[in-house]
């Protein structure tokens, strides 16, 4: 079975969570069965491992609707993409596409820095969900990773084709780092006032409401990890006390776990994910996580976890002020350790292998 893995959203330099999905789940698949990476750009080989690759055209170009004309060259009997967009027209192969969440239904707010025709069409695609429904029943089966993805396509009727999720993973460092040392304040709960936050700033992500609750967190500090904008990152500061909002603006893995190993918690005031990554990463590392009480959240967070309404700055900064107890520290630290156990890469990449497989015998047959 001759298996392209879509590798063109990877990231240049630095991961975001599409990329870091890619990134890890062609490593593992490419440990259980041959596989060949399609890129845009050869620098992406940067951040992806040593496989096999074939070179195609950018998923953001205008020959994106026909890239199976490029495709079918390479002779695949199937293309795993994870995103939906994968243009399916005149492909001699099985497509198995990824659906992350359905976020832009319900918050259809575009990106500030897009573009205003962009963001006039942006808004129109996520109208209808007619659109949606064309793409995916062109491919012949998908992956979700998250139960709760799983469910709303299935009570808005998305696809005619299987669905099947797979539960995204994260890295498990060896050996697990020690964390709440009485020993060691870097590690310790109160040897920190660090708040993380890992993600993009569109504006379902709310993080205006962890700025706006550094007010009431004096001496707290609250780092934003991702790339940021300079307008938006002048449109936070002024929501935030001076001094308490730290700007990384890209941070590579070390820096990345790093601030996660000296933080208090994680944090995240979404309003709508489709996982949730950046929650699974730091409690592999033992840090607690703090996050909007949403469906998404219950399923990936854990019941350790703090939960707050992503309307309620007075609620978010009451789950910040429980971790301040020593004893409630170390217990959500240890619960979050034990938690993340169960994400694991190697068995989503062996369930997605399962999948691949399945599809490329119902296509032969049919």
């Known amino acids: 079975m001759n298996i392209i893995f879509d590798c063109r959203y990877t ?3 630095r991961h975001d969570g599409i990329s870091r999905y890619t990134a890890r789940m062609v490593t593992e698949l490419g440990k259980l069965h041959p596989v060949t990476m399609l890129i845009s750009d050869t620098r992406q ?5 040593d496989l096999p690759w074939v070179l195609g055209p950018s998923p953001t170009s205008a020959r994106e609707p026909l890239v199976a004309l490029a495709v079918n060259a390479f002779a695949p009997d199937v293309v795993f993409t994870p995103m939906q967009t994968m243009g399916p027209a005149f492909r001699r192969y099985a497509l198995v596409t990824t659906v992350h969440d359905l976020i832009y239904y319900t918050h259809r707010t575009p990106p500030r820095d897009l573009a205003w025709p962009i963001r006039l069409l942006w808004r ?3 109208l209808w969900w007619g659109f949606q429904r064309a793409v995916l029943n062109r491919a012949d089966a998908h992956v979700v990773v998250s ?3 799983g469910a709303l396509m299935a009570e808005h009727r998305l696809t005619r084709n299987p669905v099947t999720v797979i539960i995204s993973g994260t890295d498990h460092p060896q050996p697990r780092p020690v964390r709440g040392s009485a020993n060691n304040s870097a590690q310790s709960p109160h040897g920190s006032r660090d708040l993380v936050y890992m993600g993009s700033f569109m504006p379902y992500k709310n993080v205006d409401l962890l700025a706006r609750a550094m007010h009431k967190l004096p001496g707290y500090r609250l780092r934003l990890m991702s790339r940021i904008g300079d307008s938006e990152r002048e449109r936070l500061t002024a929501m935030a006390p001076s001094g308490s909002v730290d700007f990384v603006n890209g941070a ?3 820096v990345y776990t790093d601030a996660l190993l000296n933080a208090l918690a994680l944090v995240t005031a979404s ?6 990554l950046p929650i699974v990463e730091a409690q592999a590392l033992g840090t607690p996580t703090i996050v909007s009480d949403i469906g998404i959240f ?9 939960f707050f309404d992503p309307s309620s700055v007075d609620e978010f900064v009451s789950a910040v002020r429980m971790l301040e107890d020593e004893a409630t520290w170390r217990a959500r630290s240890a619960a979050s350790f034990a938690w993340a156990e169960r994400f694991s890469w190697s068995a989503a990449a062996a369930q997605l292998l399962e999948v691949l497989t399945e599809t490329v015998t119902r296509r032969q047959a049919h």
């Not at 219950?298 to 703090?306: D, Q, T």
Request: glycine share 18%; hydrophobic share 20%.
């Open 298 to 306: 219950r399923e990936i967070a854990g019941p350790h976890s703090g």
């Open 124 to 126: 129109g695609y996520h």
């Open 271 to 276: 309003k709508d994910e489709g996982f949730g």
């Open 11 to 13: 990231r240049i330099g």
């Open 45 to 49: 080989r940067e951040m992806l491992p």
């Open 252 to 254: 590579t893995e070390e």
């Open 147 to 149: 139960e709760t993805t």
